[in-house]
C-alpha cells in the first residue's frame, strides 16, 4: 500500500502542535525535579528533621496546594527553600540567585526520592545542598517512593519488607508466630485500618499477657537493622511498641521498645524468660500517633532510633548469634504495627 506523505506530514504536524506546550515547559522551567520531593524536602527542612512522619502535617498540608503547572510549584519550594536556607545563613542572600542554581537541591529532590544520607541527609543538606554527591547516572534512576516514604531510611542489603496488605485479616500473617514470655492471653491479627502508614491492613496485638510477641519465624538474622511502625492505641497498664530481633525462642532476645505512658524508649534483653534492662531513655512518645522505631546492631553494637532520632547508642552482648526478628508488647498494651522491615545493613 503506498505511503500518503501528506497524511503523515499532517499527524506529525499535529503531534508536535500538541507537544509543544510541554515540550517548552520542561526546556524552560528552571526548577528540575518533582513537586512532591520539593514539599518533602522543604517541610522536613522547615521542621529541622529528617523523618517524613514527622514532617507529615505539613507534607499533606502543601499537598492540597493548587498551581498552575509543576514548574510552577517546583519553583515555589525551591524559593521557599532557598529562604529557609538563607534565614540560616547556609546560602548567600539571594533568592533568585539560589534558584538559578542547579546544585541547589535537598536529598530527596537529588535521588528522586530516596535520602542518600540516612538519617543525617537533611542536616547535611541544609548546611550546603550542592555538597552532597550526584547519583550515578550509568545506574539508571532511582524509582521515587510513594510520598509518605520520600526520605529517611538508610541503604541496606538485603531487605526484606512486609505491610501485612496481602494476609487474611482475623488471622497471623504468613510464616509468624505469636506467644507471650511469661503469663497471659494475647490476641495478636491483621486487621483492616485506614490510618495505616500503608494501607489497608495492619498487625494489631488486642489482647493481654507478660510481654506478648509476634516472630517472623522463618527470618534469621545475627548484625544488620529491624524496622516498624507503630501505634499505641489504649492500655491501662502499659501502651508500648517495640521489635525484637537475635530472637532464639520465647525466652531469650532482645527487644527495644517506646512508651506512650511513660514516654521513653528503653532497651532490654531477655534471657531464660527474665528481662533485664539496659538502658532507658526520656522521648516523647504521642497516642495514637504512628511512629518508626528502628534498631541498628552489629556485633556488640546496638543503636536505637525513634521517629528519626538516635536515643540509645551501646554495646551489649548478652545474646549473640543468628535468630528472628519481630515486634512485642507489654500487658494490656492496645498496638498497632506497619512496614515491618529487617536486613543487613550496606
Not at 537493622?225 to 525466652?251: C, H, L, S, T, Y
Amino acid at each position: 500500500m503506498p505511503v500518503d506523505s501528506n497524511r503523515l506530514f499532517a499527524l506529525a504536524a499535529g503531534w508536535l502542535f500538541l507537544a509543544a506546550p510541554i515540550l517548552a515547559q520542561s526546556r524552560e522551567c528552571p526548577v528540575a525535579g518533582m513537586k512532591t520531593h520539593w514539599i518533602a524536602d522543604y517541610c522536613m527542612s522547615k521542621l529541622e528533621t529528617d523523618d517524613e512522619i514527622a514532617a507529615g502535617s505539613c507534607i499533606n498540608a502543601e499537598l492540597t496546594k493548587a498551581f498552575k503547572n509543576e514548574c510552577t510549584a517546583t519553583v515555589h519550594y525551591k524559593k521557599a527553600l532557598c529562604r529557609l536556607a538563607i534565614s540560616r545563613k547556609q546560602a548567600r542572600n539571594d533568592v533568585d540567585r539560589c534558584v538559578a542554581d542547579r546544585t541547589f537541591m535537598g536529598p530527596t529532590v537529588r535521588n528522586g526520592g530516596v535520602d542518600c544520607c540516612g538519617t543525617e541527609g537533611l542536616a547535611s543538606a541544609t548546611r550546603g545542598f550542592g555538597s552532597l554527591p550526584a547519583q550515578d547516572a550509568s545506574k539508571g534512576p532511582r524509582p521515587a517512593p510513594e510520598m509518605a516514604r520520600v526520605a529517611g531510611r538508610r541503604d541496606v542489603l538485603d531487605d526484606q519488607k512486609t505491610g501485612f496488605d496481602s494476609d487474611k485479616t482475623g488471622a497471623l500473617p504468613a510464616g509468624w508466630i505469636a506467644g507471650v514470655t511469661g503469663r497471659g492471653t494475647p490476641k495478636w491479627a491483621v486487621e483492616a485500618d485506614s490510618t495505616a502508614p500503608t494501607p489497608p491492613n495492619v498487625l494489631k496485638q488486642s489482647g493481654s499477657g507478660t510481654f506478648p510477641w509476634c516472630v517472623m519465624k522463618g527470618a534469621s538474622l545475627a548484625d544488620g537493622f529491624v524496622e516498624v511502625r507503630f501505634k499505641p492505641i489504649a492500655g491501662g497498664q502499659d501502651q508500648a511498641g517495640g521489635v525484637v530481633w537475635r530472637w532464639k525462642d520465647g525466652d531469650n532476645y532482645y527487644v527495644a521498645r517506646a512508651n506512650a505512658l511513660e514516654d521513653n524508649v528503653s532497651l532490654y534483653y531477655t534471657e531464660k524468660g527474665s528481662r533485664k534492662t539496659i538502658k532507658y531513655v526520656d522521648a516523647p512518645v504521642p497516642r495514637n500517633v504512628w511512629h518508626r522505631l528502628r534498631v541498628e546492631f552489629q556485633g556488640r553494637r546496638i543503636t536505637v532510633s525513634l521517629d528519626g532520632k538516635r536515643y540509645i547508642e551501646v554495646d551489649d552482648g548478652h545474646i549473640e548469634g543468628a535468630g528472628a526478628v519481630g515486634v512485642w508488647t507489654k500487658a494490656d498494651s492496645v498496638t498497632a504495627f506497619d512496614d515491618f522491615s529487617y536486613g543487613a545493613l550496606k
